[in-house]
């Protein structure tokens, strides 16, 4: 049982978590907005996976004190990462990273589908949940739809899906929130169609996860993937899949490997500190919430992340849109979005002023995040987006910080305003 904090907890606490807020660049202490991109790690987590490999180090399933604990460590891991997804830990697969396991998954399921069978995916998605799909058109002969996006509100056509499935649609491949502009996708509503019609679904949760807690059962989902250095964690995948779906997909493996899930499905030596560094991730966001439960933590602790989330998300949108020259793309701040906020400055491209913020501590991602095509269909592709997301340890004197920067920048470049 993690101990349970009386009051809500204050961004000093979190902040006070993570040595890397203490680095310094060019005198400017760093402000990281890069948290889209991967987080900063608090001490507990590095601790714990420290204290793996200094005391615990083996290979699974042997007959002596650290292989055991190393077994015990991996099935603990698998419980946090079932509390975390509200599913069972016998659903849980770990891999490399969620690029990886959807690869992996489509190779798979692959060998289950018939040249002229459909997969939908959507023009919103980061190219993981994209092209891990698209690989199956040459090798299955499977046809790919997409479901397009709306570049003035951001947002999916949603009334375009259901013309888009067919009887011959397998698989519907959604991504639960926009990495490139925020976009939360109304993923049930999603899932309910393709099951109407008896296609399998695929999640791609990595942005979502550290701003909602996700919840499978809710979703009604058949799969679902995620990526730990998002929320806090080292780098590594972990998958949801319905425990007689992770049975029965004809996943290739070693002959010697368990045939049982989840391990079936993940091939090798597992990272094992990184799963032991995944699972203490999800123990520290837990630790934000009270409750009595893992699940009630992270459930408190995600009430408390979402309402930061969406003070900080309106200050840094009001606070960018007032400086002339900026425009931000995607849903507006009151809208239903996560907390990052892309943006260009004039036509400079996003790498210039990315380099501008960061000379004055300002950690900013830059480009087109892998979301090559929504940054393609806001016509951006050469200049790329600018992106400033908001984590557990982001502040309000960050923000402005960042605000003032884009003016410096502004007034420094010949931005036509
Ligand atoms: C929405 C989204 N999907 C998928 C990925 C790929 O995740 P990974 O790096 O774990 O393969 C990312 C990474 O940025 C992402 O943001």
Redesign the pocket.
Known sequence: MQPQPDTQISVEQIRSQFPALDRIHNGFPVAYFDG???TQVPRVVVERMNDYLYNHNANTHWNYPTSHETDRLIDEARDAFADFFNSSASEIVFGQ????L?FHLSRSLGRRFETGDEIVVTEL??H??IDAWRALEKDRGVNIKMLPLNIETGELELDVLTGLLSDRTRLVAI?A???AIGTINDVKSIVKCARDIGALTFV?A??IAPHKLIDVKDLDCDLLAC?A??FYGP?I?IMYGRRELLEEIDFPKVKPAPDSAPERIETGTQNHEGIVGAAAAVDFMASLGRGNTRRERLADAFALIHERDVRLTEQLWNGLSQVGGVRIYGPKFDALRTSLVSFTVGDHKSRDVAAFLADRGLFLSHGN???ATVVERLGLAGQGLLRAGCSLYTTADEIQRLVEGVREFVVSSSVAI
């Open positions: 889209p991109g991967g990273n969620m690029t990886t959807a998605d980061h993981a949940n991504g929130a926009s990495n791609d990595v942005h990526s250095y998002k780098h995948g995040f892998y979301a």
